[in-house]
């Protein structure tokens, strides 16, 4: 197996061969293993070679890992992190600055509850100001590990990604904005991000910090 040392620690190096790469793409996963994607023509030493030379990048990779997880830990609600106090108590109780909760409670269940009135409070006001005329949307709500939101023009639903209930209201405004933008645009074409823009200006800054969570 190959390892990557960085600052005196080593790192796994998992190798995928597919038939249908032409290229060669490497990433830094959640578990901090550097994957290389490529195909069955390309030579070890060649990868190897790759790896070195990706040092800076990988680096960059891990740091934005390492700060991903962090701001996963602990207990978020809508932008606010709040110290855990468990208690005897059965459900979750947010004061000023802390949250009361019972050991093992099914934290998800109470963020889904929330997130049923806040998400469709928050999409009633992003459709009344948008500036194109489009279907009302059925809203659901379910965890994605890679997308914020899902737009379905075909049967005129949007999907909402449960962690945005933990972050800032207007990550959550920003990702019912691009959604609904997809009712006129089914892609990421100059017209929809035009669109995007006039809905929601600071959508290029609050993209960037999306990627941090």
Known sequence: MIEVEIDNQKYPVIIERKKTNRNTYLRVKEDFRIYITTN???KDKELVEMIK???PSIEKMMLKQQVRLENQKGFYYLGKKYDIIYTNQIGVFLQEEKVLMS????VDKWYRKQAENVFLAHLNEQYELFSEKIPYPKLKIRTMKSRWGVCKPSSKTITLNLELIKRHPKYLDYVIVHELAHFIHPNHSQDFWNLVKENCQD?????REM???
Do not use: A, G, M, V
Not at 103 to 106: D, T
């Open 211 to 213: 990627k941090k969570y």
């Open 40 to 42: 069955y023509f390309t």
């Open 53 to 55: 030379k990706s040092i």
């Open 203 to 207: 959508y290029q800054i609050l993209r």
């Open 103 to 106: 050991h093992n409670y099914p």
